[in-house]
């Protein structure tokens, strides 16, 4: 399609600007070529004219005629039947003519309908991470302005699986790490049900840290466990890591500082049938280890999900915390890093005081140059023999989470 085209079939320049949503403001009225054919004809002229036809996502190339028996077939706009085409034309009785095409706010997704909207040049939105009813969205400040109406379309072109429309605010829940967000359009119903990995999540999404973009890594971790493993996951928010993995037949020990998410994740542990095998805490990271943490037990896994800050809660190990085990530790991290690889095991390595053997993976990237990723490693023995004569280690001190 070209420019022409483009503008021809693009929403009028009328609503540029537009703050509240009114779709009757997008209607208008284009003029395109066209023949009036016997139904019997339009496949045949479909075939004659293959590639000058009206191609537009949103309307069809043929329609009825003016006339009872006959039907319209529409060209693109900069095309019309030419000398050649008559001896066709007259074998199947076609009639040149033009036709009044309507087109309206219905015919055109979100994106054109967000384009045509905002200042001209200025970045659309119209992807957003699905939770469940909920459409979340990460609006610029420079979209602020037009929020609503962005709300409003998004709603109105993903409507009935989207109800509510949300964007994240820039604030974060200094305690509990939680984004806050604004209702941008429909239901104020923050509640979610999410289905990941064979399970079944609910959770307030306004009180609780989930972000859908981490399905894949939440089921790479749990693909490592095995049936009889036991696993202490010290953020576990609402349970992404902790369910599937008690499905997968692990004893799971899940805890989080919120009590929403200590709420949702008993909550989820019971509507997934895995109740009896997850064993929930609602404490700090440190204080959970500590106080949690059966010396003589076995250990096979400990998640550290809280990737601003799970490096600072590595000192929890030294002092002989796990005894006689030594289990496999997933800390999450942020790296601005040229070498994000290296930089995420440093930044571990620097907290315990050793060096470590580990396997390093790329999570996903959260900002320009800024990537998440997780530092897989064998916590080494005499990180743990630290503390002469089996001291517990540095003094319990809080971490807002």
């Known amino acids: 399609m070209d420019a022409i085209e483009k503008e021809l079939f693009s929403p009028p320049e009328s609503v540029r600007h537009m703050k509240k949503l009114d779709k009757a403001a997008f209607t208008k009225t284009i003029t395109l070529p066209a023949l009036v054919?016997?139904?019997?004809?339009c496949q045949a002229v479909r075939k004659h004219f293959h590639g000058r036809l009206l191609t537009c996502k949103g309307l069809k190339t043929i329609v009825d005629g003016p006339k009872p028996g006959t039907k319209?077939?529409?060209?693109?706009?900069?095309?019309?039947?030419?000398?050649?085409?008559?001896?066709?034309?007259?074998?199947?009785?076609?009639?040149?003519t033009d036709h009044s095409l309507q087109l309206n706010y219905d015919i055109w997704p979100a994106d054109k309908i967000l384009r045509a909207v905002l200042p001209s040049g200025a970045e659309v939105t119209s992807a957003f991470e699905s939770v469940g009813h909920i459409a979340h969205v990460n609006l610029?400040?420079?979209?602020?302005?037009?929020?609503?109406?962005?709300?409003?379309?998004?709603?109105?072109?993903?409507?009935?699986r989207v109800r509510t429309v949300v964007n994240k605010t820039s604030n974060i829940e200094e305690t509990y790490r939680f984004f806050k967000m604004e209702l941008l359009a429909g239901d104020d119903d923050m509640v979610a049900t999410v289905k990941e990995?064979?399970?079944?999540f609910t959770f307030d999404f306004s009180k609780v840290y989930w972000n859908s973009r981490l399905h894949t890594e939440h089921k790479r971790i749990v693909d490592l466990l095995r049936p009889?493993?036991?696993?202490?996951?010290?953020?576990?928010?609402?349970?992404?890591?902790?369910?599937?993995?008690a499905k997968r037949g692990c004893v799971i020990y899940a805890n989080d500082l919120n009590p929403d998410s200590f709420q949702y994740l008993a909550t989820n542990a019971r509507n997934n049938g895995v109740l009896d095998r997850v064993k929930t805490f609602n404490l700090d990271g440190r204080e959970f280890l500590r106080k949690v943490v059966e010396k003589s037990s076995p250990v096979s896994h400990v998640i550290m999900n809280l990737p601003a800050m799970a490096v600072d809660f590595l000192d929890v190990f030294s002092?002989?915390?796990?005894?006689?085990?030594?289990?496999?530790?997933?800390?999450?991290?942020?790296?601005?890093?040229?070498?994000?690889?290296?930089?995420?095991?440093?930044?571990?390595?620097?907290?315990?005081?050793?060096?470590?053997?580990?396997?390093?993976?790329?999570?996903?990237d959260v900002a320009p140059n800024k990537a998440m990723m997780c530092v897989q490693f064998r916590l080494p023995r005499q990180v743990g023999a630290?503390?002469?004569?089996?001291?517990?280690?540095?003094?319990?001190k809080k971490t807002k989470h």
């Not at 054919?37 to 004809?41: G, Q």
């Not at 400040?141 to 609503?148: N, T």
């Not at 696993?231 to 993995?245: L, S, T």
């Not at 496999?328 to 991290?333: G, H, P």
């Open 37 to 41: 054919v016997p139904p019997k004809s």
């Open 72 to 96: 319209l077939v529409l060209f693109s706009p900069l095309e019309t039947p030419k000398d050649e085409d008559r001896d066709f034309l007259s074998s199947i009785g076609a009639e040149s």
């Open 140 to 160: 610029r400040d420079s979209q602020l302005e037009y929020k609503r109406v962005i709300g409003e379309v998004l709603l109105d072109k993903n409507c009935p």
């Open 197 to 200: 990995n064979g399970c079944t």
């Open 228 to 245: 009889g493993d036991v696993v202490y996951d010290v953020f576990a928010g609402v349970g992404p890591f902790a369910i599937p993995a």
């Open 319 to 364: 002092g002989g915390l796990f005894g006689e085990n030594s289990p496999m530790i997933y800390c999450y991290c942020f790296s601005k890093a040229e070498d994000v690889v290296r930089d995420a095991q440093v930044q571990c390595e620097r907290v315990l005081g050793a060096n470590l053997d580990a396997c390093v993976h790329y999570v996903r």
């Open 386 to 396: 630290k503390q002469e004569n089996g001291g517990e280690g540095p003094p319990l």
